[in-house]
């Protein structure tokens, strides 16, 4: 695992995960899996364009700030991935086509084409396994002191995909566990400021949930995944607003 890190990520680098509020009171822990566009300095540019390397393939746009607020809002630990999904989708587990796609929307990525299974693995020790492993850990230190952990994972997805307009504005995603779920929803549809939808522009079918199966579902932790249309989260007004408005919903969700 160390000769893989080195050879993918310089010192210049850096780790490939950031801890925030790593003592925070709240038992929310606030996960987010493609909070940056940045790109290991040994990959260069992935033969992408700049507009392919801004776009939504890359990250998810405004998920990192709405994640930050929340996180403060809440005293809540957040923890995210510091480099592009485009190089690991820490979102897939590594058998999974989408953990390194060679295809993304309309973009194909020529970095990530006919990878060989040393490649793969190389990504998989560098960026997945210490992200994951850095998860596991948390929530192993907070079960240690008393804390309880609920997993929140906050994600944002483009208004057109493949050309197709997008009506859903906010998404709250579940797997087999719905239970937080299934809160929020009924909270959401009696203030309903934004288009709400279950497990919606995506769903345990196309295979999002693998983050809170492996840290929420297998530890019978609450866990729930909330998507945002990232046209209401491209400034910093927008942010706050889908921030707070979240953020009263996990907090209604949690006192009931």
């Not at 930050?68 to 809540?76: C, E, F, P, T, V």
């Not at 060989?116 to 596991?136: I, K, M, Q, S």
């Not at 709400?196 to 729930?224: A, C, F, K, Q, W």
Request: hydrophobic share 40%.
């Amino acid at each position: 695992m160390v000769l893989a890190r080195a050879k993918i990520l310089s010192d210049a680098d850096g780790e490939c995960v950031a801890i925030e509020r790593a003592h925070g009171k709240s038992p929310v822990l606030v996960i987010c899996e493609h909070a940056s566009r940045t790109l290991p300095e040994h990959f260069g540019d992935l033969g992408l364009s700049e507009e392919a390397l801004s776009s939504h393939i890359a990250w998810d746009p405004g998920a990192l700030a709405v994640a930050r607020a929340i996180s403060a809002a809440l005293d809540a630990t957040l923890i995210y991935q510091r480099f592009s999904r485009l190089i690991y989708d820490c979102n897939r587990p590594p058998s999974s086509p989408g953990a390194m796609p060679e295809v993304s929307e309309i973009y194909t990525i020529p970095g990530n084409k006919d990878l060989t299974e040393g490649e793969r693995n190389a990504r998989t020790e560098a960026l997945y396994l210490p992200f994951h492993d850095a998860v596991r850990a948390l929530i192993r230190d907070r079960q240690a002191s008393g804390q309880d952990s609920v997993i929140v994972t906050i994600h944002s997805f483009t208004p057109i995909y493949n050309g197709r307009q997008r009506a859903v504005e906010l998404g709250i995603l579940h797997d087999e566990d719905s239970r937080l779920a299934d809160r929020m929803l009924d909270f959401a549809a009696e203030a309903p400021l934004y288009r709400t939808e279950r497990n919606e522009p995506y769903g345990p079918e196309d295979g999002v949930t693998h983050t809170l199966i492996l840290h929420g579902i297998s530890n019978g932790l609450r866990n729930v995944m909330i998507e945002v249309r990232n046209d209401l989260i491209a400034d910093d007004t927008g942010q706050g607003v889908v921030a707070d408005y979240l953020t009263r919903l996990l907090q209604q969700s949690l006192d009931a």
